[in-house]
């Protein structure tokens, strides 16, 4: 299942959905009278369950909660047959959105995530996303919570067509403009980016779990700042005749470690590329070579505070010559394996290859 990073107007859609139940009782309650809009909504809850199921092979919880409140407000609308109450219960069902939109906007239990969860599957959320769906959920707060108070006040001082109006009509036009204005916004800021580096298309990456296998898809910007992201990339250790180790010293643009000296190549494997593929790619993008005769080393996960990588490594032997892509090296040249020992833990080499360089000794490749 591709991991999809949800934008607001995609929060917002789903959990409006999640919410149908309530709101064909409510609206067919108001058109039909209340044993109609029981009959509605109930239908309206199986109905939806069903389909959840069939879809998602689940028991929908939520959607189990929506349909006994329904009948349990229905009910005893019919048992008291008081109009107030019936006014006053749109409101109600309002103050539960109300509280748990209040619940994730100002508390630690991410409540709507865990309601998304429901189209989304087990979707990593990015910190980026989680802090936008509680800025969210801030909004939809203070929105309903008005919206709710505003029922309240029409049911005791305003007209039935005025309190109809306001329970019903307005709830949609609200989230009409909601959904609006997040387009727009969207919209603005999406010419306002600036393009990507690779012909304004952003970088796509496989997310797997330990072992290798799919879990899904990230946009680069996605993985980068997310270590629950694990995706795969290779590295390549190229060695001279004279058993020297060639190494990269990372460009100053770089995001991570600029200046650092690293492994000889190393790079992402693109969604849907094979290992193979991202290895002889980045090997002729990098240094310029023909990376056909190396041979697999290992695979190891390389965690750090940015980003989770599932490393393949090879090793191969190449004494040169080699074509820099001076956009990601600054410069490179072979070193004296003593030579580099010598400056372990001096700040010269990047983390990743410190811990990749201990790896190549464990397992006698130098």
């Known amino acids: 299942m591709p991991v999809h990073i949800p934008d607001k107007n995609t929060i917002l859609k789903n959990f409006a959905i999640g919410l149908i139940p309530l709101f064909a009782f409510i609206l067919a309650d108001e058109l039909y009278g209340t044993e109609t809009g029981l009959l509605v909504g109930i239908l309206s809850g199986v109905a939806y369950a069903v389909y959840y199921y069939i879809r ?3 028991v929908e919880k939520f959607i189990l909660f929506d349909t006994a409140l329904i009948i349990v407000l229905g009910g005893i609308s019919l048992l008291l047959n008081n109009e107030i ?3 006053l219960k749109p409101a109600l069902v309002e103050l539960i959105l109300v509280a748990l939109v209040g619940i994730h906007a100002f508390s630690d239990k991410p409540i709507l995530t865990m309601m998304g969860k429901r189209y989304m599957g087990d979707m990593p959320t990015a910190p980026a996303q989680a802090e936008m769906l509680k800025k969210l959920s801030r909004l939809l707060f203070v929105v309903l919570l008005g919206h709710t108070a505003l029922i309240v006040y029409s049911a005791w001082f305003w007209s039935k067509e005025a309190w109809a109006f306001i329970s019903g009509g307005l709830f949609y036009i609200l989230f009409a403009i909601i959904f609006i204005g997040q387009w727009i916004y969207l919209r603005i800021k999406k010419k306002a980016a600036p ?9 796509w990456f496989d997310i797997v779990d330990e072992s290798g296998k799919i879990q899904g898809r990230a946009p680069r910007s996605a993985v980068h700042g997310n270590p629950e992201l694990l995706h795969p990339t290779v590295h390549l250790h190229v060695f001279n005749r004279r058993g020297q180790l060639y190494l990269q010293k990372r460009a100053s643009n770089k995001d991570l470690f600029p200046g650092k000296w690293d492994t000889a190549v190393g790079g992402h494997i693109a969604s849907g590329e094979s290992v193979e593929q991202a290895l002889l790619r ?6 310029g070579i023909d990376a056909s005769r190396a041979r697999p080393l290992y695979r190891y996960i390389m965690r750090n505070s940015y980003e989770s990588e599932l490393v393949h490594t090879f090793k191969m032997l190449h004494n040169g010559p080699f074509r820099l892509n001076r956009e990601e090296i600054e410069e490179g040249r072979f070193w004296n394996i003593f030579e580099i020992k010598r400056m372990l833990g001096k700040d010269i080499f ?3 290859f410190e811990q990749e360089f201990a790896m190549l000794e464990k397992t006698g490749a130098i």
């Open 56 to 58: 998602f092979r689940q």
């Open 85 to 87: 109450f019936f006014k």
């Open 195 to 203: 393009r990507a580096m690779h012909n304004a298309q952003e970088e």
């Open 282 to 287: 980045e090997a002729e993008e990098e240094l």
């Open 350 to 352: 990047t983390p990743n």
